[in-house]
C-alpha cells in the first residue's frame, strides 16, 4: 500500500494518480501498472486482456514533463512497470467523468453512437479516443484508425467507434469541464516538485530497483550491476514478466532519462537518444526519410509506439525487429556507452548472431546516428504481416539505391525475417551495382535471394512465401522508382 | 408552458421498435460496469491456476507435484482424483472429456492439475514446478492426418439425402469435383474465461461465471460434486463476449472453482491467462470439403455430393450439432435437385472444438458459395448471375425443399439480392473493376455479392424453450429477470422493450437483473441466435399473466369490461379515467393482486429426426446479402477491403441500432475469419497462434474503408415471433464470404478470370499471393 514519506527523492517511486499523489517505497521490479491499479488500488474499470500489450485493454494515460510540455500519452498498463513511472502523472478511465457523473465527451459520443456492445474493451478505448482528443480537434479517418491500433474490439466491427471518435472531436464547448486541461498548470508544478536529481534506489532484500536521474546515473548503476535489465519501453520485457515470469531483477529503468531522449539534427544527419521513442522519433524521421515514417505507423499499435523504442528495438537483437533492416540501409551506427567511455560501431555489426550484440558487460546503448540522405537516393521500407497494423512482420525489406546514368552506382538492402539477424542482401546489392537499373536486372538479382537468405518457416509465413515476397519487394521498388502504383493505400495523403 | 403533463403522451421511451442504446452502455464508458474479476473478492479469496501438460498425445507416466506443493503460498492441489463425484464434463454426455487429463494427454496444453493459492501470481508460478514425465503416443492434430489415421470420429456423422445424387451426377452435361480447406477460429472475447466459487452452507455452492450457458454450468459443477442440482447457484450478469466460446467450455473453471471452494471452505477464482485461454479452450471447427457438382451450361445445378470433414479435437463437445449445421447450411440459398451430403466430425489431439457463431452453418455455407464459384469460373459467367439461378424458388415452385426435407416457406433471397444489387450500383462498379484489372499491373481489384439464408432454432428442439420472472414492486418499479445471458449483444435492453411496451412505462423503470439459475431454472444456451426469440417471448408472456390479473381487478373494481381497460403511456386506462401506472399498481397491491409471473414458451412447428435426416428444424429463415470490393496487390498478396454495402432481414427490428450493430461486428469478425485470423499448430501438435501478438482479429484499420450497413426495412417475419422480428446473432457473421469471393475475383484476374482460383480459408496475404502465382502465366 502507498506509504506517507518525507520529501526524500531517492527512496521511492512517486507519481500523480488520477488527482492523488501516490509515493511509493517498496516497490518490486516487475511489478506492474495495471495489477497495481486493479489489485492494490481497485481501479478496475482498467482491463486485462492479453497481458502483453495487443489488445489495448488495459490502455490509461500517461502525462510526462518534457521541459515545460506536459503531454499526454497512451499506455499499455498490462506491460508498464510501476517504477518506470516516477514523475508521471497517470489517468484512468475512473478519471474521465465529472464528479457529478456527467460523461466525457468522448465518453458520451460512444454512448450516443453504440460504440460499446459487450464493454470489455470499452474503457481502452475511451482513453485511446481521450489521447487523440487531446492532442487533435479535427482528426481524418487516417488519424483515428492509427490512434485506434492498438485497441482490440470482437464486437462493433469499429464503425460506431470511429463515428464516436469524429463526433467527440467537434464537440467542445467551451464550458466542458475537462480534468486534464483543468489541472494541467498545477500538474505541471506537482511533477517538478516530484523530479529527483538523484538515482532512486528501492532495494527489499533481493530486489533491486534502480531509477537513475542522468546518463551518467545509469552507466554507475550498470557498472555496479552488469547483469541488470535494462528497460526503456518495456514492449518487449513486460512480456518475459507478464508471460515467461522471468526474473528481471536488478532492473533499471531509463524512461525518465532526459539525456536519452534527445533528438539532435545536424547537417550530417539525425541522432536519436536510445530513450526516444516511436512516437516522439516519427516527425523528425518521417521528415527526413518518408519511408520511414510510413513503417513507423505500423509499428505496434499507438501505446506501443508511445512506450517502445528504436534504442530498445535495436539492443534487444531481435531478428524481426522492424528498426534495424532500414536503419542499416542508411549507415545507421550506434553509440554504446558505459562508465569507460563511448564507442560508435555500423549499426549492421552490431548484430553478431540470433540473440548476440556486441554489447558488452557494462554497457549501454545510449544514442542511434542516421546520415542524412543523399536527395537523388531511392530508399524504401515494406513491411509485411498477416494483418497490416499491429503486426509483427513476417519479413521487412529496406532498400536503398543510387544511380549514375542510368546505372546502379551503389544499392543497400537489408531484410528482417529473412535470418537470425537483421541482414544485408550481400548477393543482390552485387547483382544490382554497375547494371542498368532496368526490370531486366531486377529479374536477374531476385536470383540472388536465395543466395543471402534461407528463411523459416513459422506461423507467420513459410519460408517459400517469405522467399517469393522478399524477390518480389525488389520488383515493387523497381516499379515505384519508375513512378508505378505498386502498394496499396489505404488513405492518400491528405485523404481525411 | 409545458403541457405534457396535461395531454396523453403518444409513446414511451424505450417501446419495441426504437432505437435504444444498449442498457449498460453508459457504464461500459465509464468503467463501472462490473465483470467477474472487477468484483469485490470475498474475505480470503484464494486463486486457481491450470497445470498444463505439453505432449499433444501422451501417457503419463508420472506426475511429481511436490515442488508445486511446497512452493510458498500454495493452498493446495488438485488432479484428477480430487473430484468429489465425476472428472467429467462432457456437454455431449459421452463421458469424453474430463476436468483435468487422468492419465492421458490428449492435447498440447491439456490440463492435468490445478494449483490453488493466496494469489494468481503464486499459483500461475508454481503451476510452472511440476515433473511431468510422458510416454508419447502417436499424435495427429490436422484432418488429413487424421483421415490418414483411420479416421476416428467423435461422435456420429450425419448423411443429408434427397433425390438420387450420385445418378444425377453421371448424367449432368457438367461436372466439377473440388477440395476446399476452411480454416477455424479462435474467439477471442475480450474478457477471457473466469469462475468464482462461493462456497455456502451444507452442499451449497455459488458460483459467478462467465458463461453463456448459466445452467449447463449448474449441472456440470453439481455432477463434478456430486449434489442435487439444487445446492447450485449460478449468475452471470455480464459476459466481455462469448461469441459461442462461453457455451461450454467455462465448465472446466467452474467446476475446478467449484471442487477447490467447498474443499477449503474459501472462495476460489479461476482467471486463465490469454494464453492459457487460448491453448485450453475450443475454437470453431475447421473443415475440409470435398465437392462433387453437377450442372448445365446455364449454370444450373443438377446434382451435388459433398464430405464436410470437421477437425473436432479430442473430445465430441458440441462437434455433433456444429458439423450437422454444417450440412444444414452447404446449400447456402440454393436449391440442389439432387443432393447428399455427409458430414465426417473427426478426432483430432487437439483441444476440444467447439460452439462459434454460425455453428458450423458458416462453414457449410462456404463451401456451397465455393460451388457455385466454381460453375461460374468453369462457364466464363459472373458467380451473382449463377447464384440467381439457383436460388431457392418461392413457396410451392417445387425448387423449395431442402436438403433435409423442409420447405423454404419465407423466401425473400431474390428481393434481397436484387434490391442490393441495385443500391450498391454492383453491375456497373464490377465492370469498371473488369476495365482496371485490364491496366492496373500490380494492384487488382475484385467485387463479389453473396446471399445469406440462416436457419433459426437449436436443431435439438427440446432446447426451443426459456423462461421469464417478472415482478412488478408496489411503487411500480419493474424487476426482470429471464434466461438468457447478456455478452454484449443488447438481449437484455431488447428483452426490457418487450417489457416496458407490454405495460407502456417507460424502459428505465424496468430494472434488468443478472442472469441466475436460482430465479429461472432449466435455460438453454443463450446460443443459435435464439435469445430475444425465446427470451423475448417468455418475458412477454409473464407480462401477459400480470397485465391479466390487473385486468380482472380492473373491472371488478371499476365494474366495466376487459376492452374497456388498456395501457397507455405510463397510465392505465379505464373507460375514460386515466391512472397513473403506480398508483394502479399500489391500488392492485393493496387488493391482493399477485404481481408476479413467471412466463414460459417454447417454439412451435419445429421437429427433427435425425436418424431420417428429414423434418423441419428450423423455424424460419433470417436472410441477408452483402456486396464487398477489394483490392490485392499481386507481389505480396497483401489486401485491403475497400467498400462493403449490406441489407439484412431482421424482420421488423425490435431495436435497429443494436441491430445494425449485430450486422457491423458479425461482419467484421466473419471477416477476419476469412481473411488474417489463422492457427497454427507446429510439428509437436502445439498451438503457437495462441495470443493477439500471433493470432491476428481485424482492427479498426482492416475494416471495409466505406461500409453502408441496411435493415431490409419491409421485412417482417412470417412467422409470429415477438414483435415479428427475427434473429439478428450469427446471420451477419456469413455476410463475409463476399470479402473472400472478391478477392478470388481479383487473383482469378491475373489469370483472365479463365479458372477459379480455389483460394483457401484464412485467406492470408500468403494464401492469395500463392493463388496468384498457382494461376499467373509464365512471364
Not at chain 1, 534502480?210 to 512480456?239: E, M, R
Not at chain 1, 526490370?439 to 517459400?464: I, K, N
Not at chain 2, 501438460?53 to 511429481?64: G, K, L, P
Request: glycine letters at 8%; aromatic letters at 8%; a negative charge.
Amino acid at each position: 500500500m502507498p506509504q506517507a514519506r518525507e520529501n526524500k527523492n531517492n527512496d521511492s517511486i512517486r507519481f500523480i494518480l488520477n488527482d492523488s499523489e501516490v509515493t511509493l517505497t517498496d516497490v518490486a521490479p516487475s511489478a506492474t501498472l495495471l495489477d497495481y491499479l486493479r489489485l492494490e488500488r481497485r481501479l478496475t474499470g482498467t482491463k486485462e486482456g492479453c497481458a502483453e500489450g495487443d489488445c489495448g485493454a488495459c490502455t490509461v494515460l500517461v502525462g510526462r514533463l518534457s521541459g515545460q510540455m506536459l503531454t499526454y500519452e497512451s499506455i499499455n498498463a498490462c506491460i508498464r512497470f510501476v517504477g518506470s513511472l516516477h514523475g508521471t502523472h497517470v489517468v484512468t478511465v475512473e478519471h474521465l467523468a465529472a464528479r457529478d457523473g456527467t460523461l466525457h465527451p468522448v465518453q458520451q459520443a460512444m454512448v450516443d453512437f453504440h460504440g460499446s456492445q459487450c464493454g470489455f474493451c470499452t474503457p481502452g478505448f475511451v482513453m485511446s479516443l481521450y489521447g487523440l482528443w487531446l492532442s487533435n480537434d479535427n482528426p481524418s479517418r487516417a488519424d483515428i484508425e492509427k490512434a485506434l491500433q492498438g485497441n482490440l474490439c470482437r464486437c462493433t466491427g469499429y464503425e460506431p467507434i470511429v463515428k464516436a471518435a469524429e463526433a467527440a472531436a467537434s464537440a467542445r464547448p467551451s464550458a466542458i469541464f475537462d480534468p486534464i486541461v483543468a489541472a494541467r498548470d498545477e500538474t505541471i508544478a506537482r511533477l517538478k516538485a516530484m523530479k529527483s536529481e538523484e538515482t532512486i534506489t528501492i532495494r527489499d532484500g533481493e530486489h533491486c530497483l534502480i531509477v537513475p536521474a542522468d546518463a551518467a546515473g545509469l552507466a554507475t548503476a550498470l557498472a555496479q550491476h552488469q547483469g541488470a535489465t535494462v528497460v526503456a519501453g518495456s514492449t518487449d520485457v513486460g512480456l518475459w514478466v507478464t508471460k515467461q515470469m522471468r526474473p528481471i531483477n536488478p532492473v533499471i529503468f531509463i524512461n525518465g532519462i532526459a539525456e536519452l531522449q534527445q533528438i539532435a539534427r545536424s547537417e550530417a544527419g539525425i541522432t536519436i537518444g536510445a530513450g526516444v521513442s516511436y512516437t516522439a522519433a516519427f516527425a523528425a524521421l518521417s521528415s527526413a526519410y518518408p519511408a520511414l515514417g510510413r513503417l513507423i505507423d505500423r509499428i505496434g499499435g499507438e501505446q506501443v509506439r508511445n512506450m517502445g523504442t528504436i534504442g530498445g528495438n535495436i539492443a534487444n537483437g531481435s531478428p524481426i525487429g522492424d528498426s534495424p533492416p532500414p536503419l542499416i540501409v542508411l549507415g545507421a551506427t550506434v553509440t554504446l556507452r558505459s562508465t569507460e567511455g563511448t564507442r560508435t560501431l555500423p549499426l549492421e555489426d552490431f548484430f553478431i548472431a540470433y540473440g548476440k550484440q556486441d554489447r558488452k558487460a557494462g554497457e549501454f546503448v545510449e544514442s542511434i546516428f542516421v546520415p542524412r540522405l543523399p536527395a537523388e537516393d531511392h530508399f524504401a521500407a515494406y513491411k509485411i504481416s498477416k494483418r497490416r497494423d499491429e503486426d509483427i512482420s513476417a519479413l521487412l525489406g529496406a532498400f536503398r539505391i543510387a544511380l549514375e546514368d542510368g546505372k546502379v552506382r551503389s544499392a543497400r538492402i537489408a531484410f528482417g525475417g529473412m535470418a537470425g539477424t537483421p541482414k544485408r542482401a550481400a548477393s543482390v546489392e552485387a547483382a544490382l551495382i554497375g547494371k542498368p537499373w532496368t526490370e531486366e536486372t531486377v529479374r536477374v538479382a531476385q536470383g540472388a535471394f536465395e543466395t543471402d537468405y534461407q528463411p523459416l518457416s513459422d506461423w507467420r509465413a513459410t519460408s517459400t512465401y517469405r522467399m517469393l515476397a522478399a524477390k518480389n519487394l525488389l520488383l515493387r521498388f523497381f516499379l515505384e522508382s519508375e513512378g508505378e502504383a505498386a502498394e496499396l493505400v489505404r488513405y492518400a495523403a491528405g485523404e481525411r | 408552458m409545458d403541457k405534457s403533463t396535461f395531454e396523453e403522451r403518444k409513446a414511451i421511451n424505450g417501446q419495441m421498435h426504437s432505437r435504444q442504446r444498449h442498457d449498460s452502455a453508459h457504464k461500459h464508458v465509464a468503467g463501472t460496469a462490473d465483470y467477474i474479476d472487477d468484483m469485490p473478492e470475498p474475505a480470503g479469496t484464494l486463486h486457481g491456476s491450470l497445470g498444463m501438460t505439453d505432449r499433444a498425445h501422451a501417457e503419463i507416466t508420472a506426475m511429481d507435484l511436490s515442488a508445486v506443493e511446497a512452493a510458498p503460498g500454495v493452498v493446495c492441489v488438485l488432479t484428477a482424483r480430487d473430484m468429489p463425484h465425476s472428472n467429467d464434463i462432457s456437454p455431449s454426455h459421452l463421458h469424453d472429456e474430463p476436468v483435468l487429463a487422468d492419465g492421458i494427454v490428449q492435447f498440447h496444453g491439456q490440463p492435468a492439475f490445478a494449483v490453488i493459492a493466496e494469489t494468481r501470481d503464486i499459483a500461475r508460478r508454481a503451476a510452472r514446478l511440476a515433473k511431468i514425465t510422458y510416454r508419447d503416443l502417436p499424435h495427429f492434430t490436422d484432418i488429413t492426418d487424421a483421415v490418414a489415421h483411420g479416421g476416428e470420429l467423435v461422435t456420429q456423422p450425419l448423411t443429408l439425402q434427397r433425390g438420387e445424387a450420385e445418378a444425377e451426377l453421371e448424367k449432368a452435361p457438367r461436372r466439377l469435383k473440388g477440395r476446399m480447406r476452411i480454416g477455424g477460429q479462435e474467439h477471442f472475447y475480450l474478457e477471457g474465461h473466469i469462475a468464482l466459487a462461493i462456497p455456502g452452507e451444507d452442499d451449497e455452492v455459488t458460483i459467478w461465471s462467465s458463461t453463456q450457458h448459466p445452467s449447463e454450468i449448474q449441472h456440470m459443477v453439481s455432477h463434478v460434486l456430486g449434489v442435487p442440482s439444487n445446492a447450485v447457484t449460478v449468475n452471470v450478469r455480464r459476459m466481455g463476449g462469448g461469441f459461442g466460446g462461453k457455451e461450454t467450455q467455462g465448465n472446466q473453471f467452474a467446476a475446478l472453482a467449484a471442487v477447490a471452494a467447498k474443499k477449503l471452505n474459501r472462495a476460489v477464482k479461476f482467471r486463465p491467462d490469454r494464453d492459457e485461454d487460448m491453448t485450453a479452450t475450443g475454437k470453431r471447427h475447421d473443415f475440409l470439403v470435398d465437392y462433387d457438382v453437377g450442372f448445365d451450361d446455364d449454370g444450373r445445378i443438377h446434382a451435388v455430393h459433398a464430405n464436410y470433414a470437421a477437425r473436432c479435437g479430442y473430445s465430441s463437445d458440441l462437434s455433433g450439432p456444429v458439423t450437422d449445421r454444417a450440412l444444414f447450411h452447404a446449400d447456402s440459398s440454393y436449391f440442389y435437385p439432387h443432393v447428399k451430403l455427409t458430414s465426417q466430425p473427426l478426432k483430432t489431439n487437439t483441444v476440444s472444438n467447439t460452439a462459434y457463431r454460425g455453428f458450423g452453418g458458416p462453414q457449410g455455407m462456404v463451401g456451397g458459395e465455393r460451388m457455385i464459384e466454381e460453375i461460374a469460373y468453369a462457364l466464363g459467367k459472373d458467380p451473382l448471375e449463377i447464384r440467381k439461378l439457383n436460388f431457392y424458388g418461392e413457396k410451392g415452385s417445387g425448387r423449395d425443399i431442402t436438403p433435409y426435407h423442409q420447405q423454404v416457406e419465407d423466401n425473400i433471397i431474390a428481393r434481397v439480392v436484387a434490391e442490393l444489387e441495385a443500391d450498391a450500383d454492383y453491375q456497373a462498379r464490377r465492370q469498371a473493376i473488369v476495365d482496371f484489372n485490364r491496366t492496373s499491373r500490380v494492384i487488382r481489384k475484385g467485387i463479389a455479392l453473396t446471399p445469406v439464408k440462416f436457419g433459426i432454432s437449436f436443431t435439438l428442439t427440446a432446447f426451443n424453450q426459456a423462461g421469464a420472472l417478472v415482478h412488478v414492486y408496489q411503487d411500480g418499479s419493474i424487476h426482470l429477470n429471464h434466461g438468457g445471458t447478456e455478452m454484449g449483444q443488447g438481449l437484455y435492453v431488447k428483452v426490457a422493450q418487450v417489457i416496458a411496451d407490454s405495460f407502456q412505462v417507460d424502459l428505465d423503470r424496468v430494472r434488468i437483473t443478472a442472469t441466475t439459475t436460482g430465479k429461472v431454472p432449466n435455460t438453454s444456451a443463450t446460443a443459435a441466435s435464439s435469445g430475444t426469440d425465446l427470451n423475448g417471448m417468455a418475458a412477454f408472456d409473464a407480462a401477459r399473466q400480470i397485465k391479466e390479473r390487473l385486468i380482472a381487478f380492473a373491472c371488478e373494481r371499476w365494474q366495466t369490461t376487459a376492452e374497456n381497460v388498456s395501457f397507455v403511456p405510463d397510465h392505465v386506462k379505464i373507460g375514460e379515467e386515466r391512472i397513473a401506472f403506480p398508483e394502479f399498481i399500489k391500488l392492485a397491491y393493496i387488493d391482493r393482486v399477485q404481481l408476479s409471473a413467471a412466463g414460459f414458451y417454447k417454439t412451435p412447428k419445429i421437429h427433427w429426426d435425425r436418424a431420417t435426416g428429414r423434418g423441419t428444424p428450423f423455424y424460419y429463415f433470417a436472410y441477408g446479402a452483402s456486396v464487398s470490393e477489394v483490392s490485392i496487390d499481386t507481389l505480396t498478396g497483401e489486401y485491403m477491403v475497400d467498400r462493403v454495402d449490406v441489407l439484412h432481414d431482421v424482420g421488423r427490428s425490435l431495436n435497429p441500432a443494436i441491430d445494425i450493430g449485430q450486422i457491423e461486428g458479425g461482419f467484421v469478425q466473419g471477416m477476419g475469419w476469412l481473411t488474417t485470423e489463422e492457427l497454427w499448430w507446429d510439428d509437436k501438435g502445439r498451438l503457437r497462434t495462441h495470443a493477439p501478438s500471433t493470432y491476428k482479429i481485424p482492427l479498426a484499420s482492416d475494416r471495409p474503408k466505406i461500409f453502408n450497413v441496411r435493415l431490409a426495412e419491409w421485412a417482417e417475419n412470417a412467422e409470429k415471433t415477438i414483435g415479428r422480428s427475427k434473429a439478428v446473432g450469427e446471420p451477419p457473421f456469413m455476410l463475409p464470404i463476399s470479402v473472400l469471393e472478391a478477392l478470388s475475383m481479383a487473383v482469378a484476374s491475373v489469370a483472365d478470370y479463365r479458372e477459379c482460383p480455389r483460394l483457401d480459408a484464412p485467406a492470408t496475404p500468403e494464401r492469395v499471393l500463392m493463388a496468384v502465382e498457382r494461376l499467373r502465366r509464365p512471364l
